[in-house]
């Protein structure tokens, strides 16, 4: 098939090229001319894991190519996915200018029976304000229809070629005929696809993300209280997670959930409950519980030093907001450090990916480091912030050597208790035992 996608963000991007490694013609569409050159040139804007390989790939093969021209796109593509941004508005709710705006032009480009897929999150009664715009200037047949993305940062090529499920609003048999061959390669295993109207497949992502942020708050509150009984909270994780009714995932207590789905769709969900008169209770503790989540450790640390954190030096470990990505929306991190900074703390942080990033938000606020081990000299205090898979087993014997003080702040839970006892450190996680050194 002839596909266009519009957007190329981390969702269009990843789509548009996983769409092309089952043989379809896609051409990716985006206002910025510099990026959309360097695309051409086999530049992978996002850091996202085997991503690399199949867009180097797909391109030499001539599937995938890229414009600013959204006329070219479309010219022979009887399907047109959008997937560009919903940014939350000044008032929580989700922002569809980019998307209605596309829309409208779309109405007056396309000569032909055309598909277009709202590949975005978006609130729910979209699809249907979509199919009014590109209605306004029209003149031949289409249709509009809802399919979320589940993609996980980290591991959104293997979700998109191997999908758990695929969700598909569709209202015409025309379009649900069309997407159902698209997706046939991707479910060949016999994992679902999944038709409903569009606004139920509109409202099934915002439910999914929402759901999966009020596990994870739950677990953390959970955690909080475990500190003050004298609970260990990887003892009741287990407890709990051999449950099936419960499953063991989204149960890692930690400093809070960021990204760019899960603050953004729980507060969007809210925001669409308040326009009918619907209050969603749970989801609003959810986003307030979280909020004090991020900085719960700010406390411990002050406590450790005194309450006075002028001057100390702190080494960060972990930037973005989860590992396997230089994604540092909402992320913790950046809650701690405007904290830490705050006072008086000297910060020199590692992350893997998203240190770029990060320095472009902060500027010279904090230093950065060129590895783990070189943001350890003579720090006072480790903090991580992110669970990087190379922060799980460090040296720890280099670790003492480098630091003035062998003290970890450990928002991730990433050691063992007993461990750090016999290493003598002096250790604080979330949600178990306090370790001083005897």
Known sequence: MNIAVVGTGYVGLVTGTCLAETGNYVTCVDIDKEKVEKMRNGVVPIYEPNLDVMFERNIKAGRLTFTTELEDAIEHSSIVFLALPTPPGEDGSADLSYVLGVAEQLGKLIKEYTVIVDKSTVPVGTAELVRQKVAENATVNFDVVSNPEFLREGFAVGDFMKPDRIVIGASSEAARALMAALYKPYVRQGNPVIFMDEKSAELTKYAANSFLATKITFMNEIANFCELVGADVDKVRIGIGTDERIGRRFLFPGIGYGGSCFPKDVQALVKTGRSYDFQFGILEQVMDINNKQKTIIIPKIKEYFGGNLQ???????????????????EAPSLYIIEELVKEGAQLKAYDPEAMENVQKVVGDKISFASDPY????????????????????????KMVQLMNDKVIFDGRNLYELDDMKQLGFYYVSIGREMVKPE
């Open 311 to 329: 001057g100390k030096k702190i080494a960060l470990w972990g930037l973005a907001f989860k590992p396997d990505t230089d994604d540092i929306r």
């Open 374 to 397: 070189d943001a350890l000299a003579g720090a006072d205090a480790l903090v991580i912030a992110t669970e990087w898979s190379l922060f799980r087993t460090p040296d720890f014997k």
